[in-house]
């Protein structure tokens, strides 16, 4: 195990143990706020792939979502293509720690839960961006998680999906357990289309690939 992931398991470990699946989020980022644990995904700048899917693209006049945002540097990265974004993360802590890391950003910082999202939300986004996400919950939630995330795309609208890749029938021992490529398809529901499903290098590190994939309703 990476060292860096140390503190992400031990602390999805005791909330699997008390069948909290997605219960560590919040003690991990306090943990963290408070000096005491690292959040291994708290990188410098946006995820590798997303500089390259955003070369060309404009957002102006566009609404995006950015699912599980942590920090923020996915958003900010959004917002600064012109759309208008919000993004929000379950833990309280990540978003308070998102709103004073971006002093005067654009982005509208919302707590709130992938599993229980507002009703507004549904199908009210011209780009939802979905990275690392649904890879961080059990597999039990797996089609849950996904069904929310397509469900926000709205009518015209895309869904950008960035995971890590694992193999059919593989098993893993996480947080995270990557998408395979059935679950990654399984994003293509409710009108949902498949427009791009590639496995890209990361530009930091060419030998790891990620799920690049993205789909139009």
Request: charged letters at 25%.
């Amino acid at each position: 195990m990476d060292p860096k992931d140390a503190d992400a398991s031990r602390f999805a470990g005791e909330a699997l143990s008390r069948g909290e699946p997605t219960g560590w989020f919040e003690p991990l980022y306090a943990a963290a706020s408070g000096g005491s644990a690292v959040v291994p995904w708290d990188l410098e700048a946006p995820h590798g792939l997303l500089p390259g899917w955003g070369r060309d693209v404009d957002g102006s006049g566009r609404s995006a979502l950015v699912v599980g945002c942590g920090y923020g540097r996915d958003a900010e990265y959004l917002a600064s293509l012109g759309f208008r974004t919000t993004a929000f993360d379950i833990s309280e802590t990540a978003i308070r720690d998102a709103r004073a890391r971006h002093a005067g950003s654009t982005v509208d910082y919302v707590t709130a839960d992938l599993l229980d999202p507002p009703a507004a939300w549904i199908g009210g986004f011209d780009l939802v961006m979905e990275s690392i996400t649904v890879q961080s919950m059990p597999l039990s939630l797996r089609a849950e998680a996904t069904e929310r995330v397509s469900a926000m795309v709205a009518p015209g609208g895309e869904l950008l999906v960035i995971s890590g890749i694992r193999a059919e029938g593989d098993e893993v021992d996480g947080p995270p357990w990557p998408l395979t490529r059935s679950e990654i398809d399984a994003f293509a529901t409710g009108g949902l289309q498949p427009k791009r499903i590639e496995q890209e290098p990361l530009p930091a590190n060419p030998d790891v690939r990620s799920w690049l994939a993205t789909f139009t309703r």
